[in-house]
């Protein structure tokens, strides 16, 4: 557990920053189109749920990337 929070706390490539970027407003359009208070088409939702999971899952993966300094 340690690890993991040393990892998501240490210093992140620029590279990884933008993805992380990217992830979170992804995550932020996904959100939109899943609150809408419209009624929109099932198919809208699923993509907007789907859009919203990729978002979380790429800015989490890049907050744990980290780079190697020992080489």
Same mark, same amino acid.
């Given at each position: 557990?340690?690890?993991?929070?040393?990892?998501? &706390? @240490?210093?992140?490539?620029k590279f990884f920053? =933008?993805?992380?970027?990217? *992830?979170?407003?992804?995550? %932020?359009? $996904?959100?939109?189109?899943? &609150? @809408?208070?419209?009624?929109?088409?099932?198919? =809208?939702?699923?993509?907007? *749920?789907?859009?919203?999971? %990729?978002? $979380?899952?790429?800015?989490? &993966?890049?907050?744990?990337?980290?780079?190697?300094?020992?080489?």
């Open positions: 557990m340690k690890k993991i929070v040393n990892r998501a &706390t @240490a210093s992140t490539p920053k =933008v993805l992380r970027t990217i *992830g979170l407003a992804l995550v %932020a359009v $996904g959100g939109t189109v899943l &609150t @809408a208070p419209v009624a929109l088409p099932a198919v =809208v939702i699923t993509i907007g *749920g789907y859009v919203a999971l %990729a978002g $979380g899952i790429l800015s989490a &993966t890049s907050q744990l990337t980290t780079t190697d300094d020992n080489k």
